[in-house]
């Protein structure tokens, strides 16, 4: 049966300039990040988590409250949720990407991986290095002007994979193939569409499955909007992602 997945994006232009969200421990930890991008990005994924929690659990949005949600490591890396110090029942995932970040959060025994990608050209050796033969193939049969965001796209669907088990990109992405829709695969065979295929993408979340060697298989989906690519995949299957809604407004 079907679970509820719920997501969150923000960008830079949301977060405040000063860090008193932060508790003392995630101030420590971004007082050691030297570089002002990494520093950037990981404010950004933080800032990104605390208001997808608050808005999940219906917590104040108050700076001074979402500095007692911290988001930590675990061993694996992987981000787990503590509230006052106590872990909290649930379970998420964070992304982010040219100033825009997404957190994916769902119940504490689900399996959720998220990844948010910029479209772009990609090397002939990146083609050749990570995707399995059939991935190959079907980007092959692509119009040329098409291969940079399914590229994109698959490429993403096996980190939000490898996200969820929690192995990150310490696997080799060839253990992940990534099963599309028919609606995409019928495009790459050049079939013909009653509307445009782009435009029906564009903005919307549609499914997709990856399935890893070890034959564990996760259902999930995925979005276009502009020049970037969204997906997210789930154990046990999740209903098409839901937006949280920010319902407090902060002024700074």
């Keep these: 049966m079907a679970v509820n997945l719920y997501w969150l994006e923000q960008t830079a232009a949301d977060m405040p300039a000063e860090n008193d969200w932060l508790s003392p421990a995630e101030m420590l930890q971004l007082g050691g990040l030297r570089f002002p991008k990494r520093r950037g990005d990981w404010r ?22 979402l500095a007692v ?25 964070l992304s982010h990407c040219a100033g825009t970040a997404i957190c994916a959060v769902m119940p504490s025994l689900a399996a959720v991986g998220c990844d948010l990608e910029r479209i772009e050209p ?20 692509m119009p040329q002007t098409d291969r940079p965001w399914l590229l994109t ?19 080799d992405t060839r253990s992940v193939a990534v099963n599309l829709s028919d609606s ?13 295929p782009l435009e029906i993408r564009q903005s919307q979340w549609l499914p997709l499955q ?32 839901i937006l949280l809604e920010i319902t407090q407004r902060m002024t700074y």
Aim: charge should be negative; proline fraction near 5%.
């Design 69 to 93: 949600v911290e988001i930590r490591a675990a061993p694996d890396g992987a981000p787990e949720v503590f509230l006052a110090g106590q872990p909290v029942a649930i379970t998420i995932s």
């Design 153 to 171: 796209l698959l490429w993403s669907a096996k980190e939000s994979a490898l996200k969820a088990l929690r192995v990150g990109l310490r696997a």
């Design 44 to 65: 950004l994924g933080r800032w990104t988590a605390k208001r997808a929690v608050a808005a999940h659990l219906n917590l104040s949005a108050d700076l001074s409250a």
């Design 184 to 196: 995409v695969v019928e495009h790459a065979q050049g079939k013909e569409f009653a509307a445009d």
């Design 122 to 141: 990609r090397s002939n050796s990146f083609f050749e290095d990570y995707f399995t033969v059939e991935e190959q193939a079907m980007v092959l049969r």
């Design 210 to 241: 990856a399935v890893c060697d070890n034959g564990k298989a996760f259902l999930g989906w995925w979005r276009r909007d502009g020049s970037l690519m969204y997906s997210v995949v789930a154990d046990p299957p999740a209903v098409e992602p």
